[in-house]
């Protein structure tokens, strides 16, 4: 998962600088990766998700991303063990 999370990082063209603090920066992954997976809970598929976060202005690669942490890695965890385990792995990375 850490070099899933790697990959949305450097392929968003998000860096720690561009944040108050890594804090932040990893609370925003952290809560994208949540936000999805109370979606996936409330029935949402991947292909809805993907339109949504494309929607948003995320490219096809980054949305498939995160997806495959939510949907692959992290089935069957609940939305906000999946928004612990990006916010740790992001500060590990970061740090």
Known sequence: MKQVLLTIVLALGLSPPAYANILDFCKALSDV??????????????????????????????????LNIVYIH?????????????????????T
């Open 33 to 66: 990766s949540m936000t999805v997976a109370k979606g996936r809970d409330m029935g949402v598929t991947p292909y809805q998700a993907a339109d949504i976060l494309t929607d948003q202005g995320l490219e096809e690669s980054i949305a498939a991303e995160i």
């Open 74 to 94: 992290g089935e069957g965890l609940e939305p906000e063990l999946i928004g612990k385990v990006v916010f740790s792995s992001c500060l590990q990375q970061t």
